[in-house]
């Protein structure tokens, strides 16, 4: 199909803002100008969609329309079921090709080419930048991910779609084939005892009942009839620790040295039972809390995932850093689950769920940590961050960040960081120098701390600390805000971070009741388990102690 392309979707609304690249450049494809081009692709959806965005880019950069008539970009499918969502890209005279290994694959083939050739950049939701163009030569190369996996957790609005695809997370994107489709669940993703038995989320069935193990694969079967397009199917304990007892569950468990022993016979049960009729189809559990640990008899079969959650980690700390006592037991466990299952999820935990307002030192070890689960032969990543609300920490640069190392967990330092930089300009104005120097200095002020996801703030920068540095990190806000420009608002709900802590270090009963107006008024949640919301607190408290539960009737 050779189409000329208008970019005109309303389900897919591309928002552009540029903030330092402001002149219109010129885009040459082997000497030959960009504009200059025919977009040829392939029929589906997708493949279509993939020639909007080339065109909308292209004309965007240059300030031009494109006229065609003397190359050709060809942007099209070659299926590939090992490999979805990889690509290849080449450019020689005349001609400039895109293969996609599948819908999502075009899609993130384009998004890719302009990310590394033309510095488009989607940092938010409405916040994009661009380069000014520039000459491309000879291109010669492919793409495959390390992670098949790619879900983020962060709340960045309701008008997010975009930005993940660009960023090429790959779950809860969107049903229109434009989009490419996604790693679909049936149902919830995760502590779906619930749904399956009918045991309260407060409880555990038992899971070597021979009805629960009938109802599990019924409730399995249930869902992909009633839609093909899922892909993970979670079969996963409950969020409470209140395992069976009894008999029959305490004698496996015992012989296995694990309670995963039960659960895992049971996962085993459902996948066994639809393999042959849905082979492309996984079941995914849980290795959590009291089922971390591998069994010693029982192996996962091949269409079965084990998400292994980092609940107990340190995260100031490296997991490769062998020092931190409380990463080597989990790093044992990740070994010891990849000598048995060839695919491993992570369930991480990138912000302080206690205190969503608390600054959240991790930023030195996201990329050192993303690296090693992909050493480490892990499959899929989610990291869980502040999936309520806006927020009013940092939780958009980090969900940025995560969505990168997903996408190329082996970049090196300078890359990660110059990915820093590039979002706080965009997102934070002139001013960003000073945010990033609040950044820094917060995280060097607490690497020697152990520190876990429901600390209290002084926990992990003692208040004797901030006391010191208190004027320079006033300065360092009032800077960014005087140059933020259009992006004041940015970094005023980022600072609210600062507020919060700076009310713990200077009680001040005014600024605190003025600061849970501000909050509230945002609609940023203070915690994850949030079940009330006062009109009024005790504002001469310390605001970690301010009360967010429900009044007993």
């Not at 494109?66 to 005279?93: A, F």
């Not at 429901?454 to 208040?463: A, D, G, W």
Request: with cysteine; net charge negative.
């Amino acid at each position: 199909m050779s189409i000329k392309l208008c970019y005109n979707s309303g389900k897919m609304r591309l928002s552009i803002l540029s903030f330092w690249r402001n002149t219109m450049g010129n885009i040459l494809l082997c000497g030959l100008s960009a504009l200059e081009y025919d977009i040829r692709c392939g029929a589906s959806p997708a493949e279509e969609h993939a020639g909007e965005i080339m065109q909308h880019w292209i004309e965007t950069i240059t300030g031009e329309k494109m006229v065609g008539g003397k190359g050709v970009i060809d942007l099209h499918i070659e299926e590939d079921l090992t490999d979805e969502e990889g690509h290849s890209i080449t450019n020689t005279s005349g001609k400039l090709t895109i293969i996609g290994h599948g819908p999502r694959g075009i899609l993130y083939g384009v998004y890719g080419f302009l990310e590394k050739y033309l510095l488009v950049r989607h940092y938010a939701p409405g916040v994009t930048s661009w380069g000014d163009g520039g000459s491309i030569g000879e291109l010669d190369e492919s793409f495959s991910p390390v992670f098949e996996y790619r879900q983020d957790s962060f709340y960045l609005g309701e008008d997010d779609l975009e930005w993940r695809i660009a960023n090429r997370v790959n779950t809860h994107t969107s049903e229109d084939p434009r989009h490419g489709g996604y790693m679909k669940w049936a149902g919830k993703f995760v502590h779906t005892m619930e749904n399956i038995t009918g045991c309260p989320q407060s409880q555990q069935p038992c899971l070597t009942d021979p009805e629960v193990i009938q109802k599990a694969i019924q409730y399995t079967r249930d869902w992909l009839k009633k839609d093909p397009s899922v892909r993970l199917v979670s079969i996963s304990q409950n969020d409470n620790e209140k395992y069976c007892k009894c008999e029959r569950c305490a004698a496996i468990d015992a012989e296995e040295g694990s309670h995963m022993g039960t659960l895992l016979r049971l996962v085993n049960a459902v996948a066994a039972n639809i393999k042959d009729d849905y082979p492309e189809v996984a079941i995914e559990t849980l290795a959590y809390r009291y089922t971390r640990n591998i069994p010693k008899y029982t192996k996962p079969l091949p269409n079965v995932i084990i998400r292994l959650c980092s609940f107990e980690c340190c995260f100031t700390h490296p997991l490769s850093w062998d020092a931190c006592s409380r990463n080597r037991a989990y790093v044992k466990d990740l070994e010891e689950w990849n000598s048995i299952c060839d695919r491993i999820y992570i369930w991480d935990y990138v912000t302080n769920f206690a205190n969503y307002l608390a600054p959240y030192p991790n930023f030195n070890v996201l990329r050192d940590n993303m690296r090693f689960y992909a050493e480490h032969g892990v499959k899929g990543m989610y990291p869980e961050g502040n999936y309520q609300s806006f927020s009013g920490e940092f939780a958009e640069l980090r969900a940025y960040m995560l969505a990168k190392l997903a996408w190329e967990p082996m970049m090196a330092e300078s890359t990660y960081q110059a990915l820093i930089n590039g979002f706080l300009e965009a997102y934070y104005g002139k001013g960003w120098r000073n945010i990033r120097a609040f950044l820094d200095w917060f995280n060097g002020a607490a690497k020697a701390k152990h520190i876990n996801i429901y600390e209290r703030p002084f926990m992990t920068v003692p208040r004797e600390t901030y006391e010191v540095v208190y004027d320079a990190i006033e300065s360092w806000w009032d800077a960014a805000e005087r140059d933020a420009g259009d992006k004041l608002d940015n970094v005023k709900r980022s600072r609210l971070q600062w507020t919060y802590v700076s009310l713990m270090v200077r009680p001040d009963p005014e600024k605190a009741r003025a600061f849970y107006k501000d909050v509230n008024s945002r609609k940023i949640y203070w915690k994850e388990e949030q079940h009330f919301l006062p009109e009024e607190q005790d504002f001469t408290a310390n605001p970690a102690e301010w009360n967010f539960k429900k009044p007993k009737q």
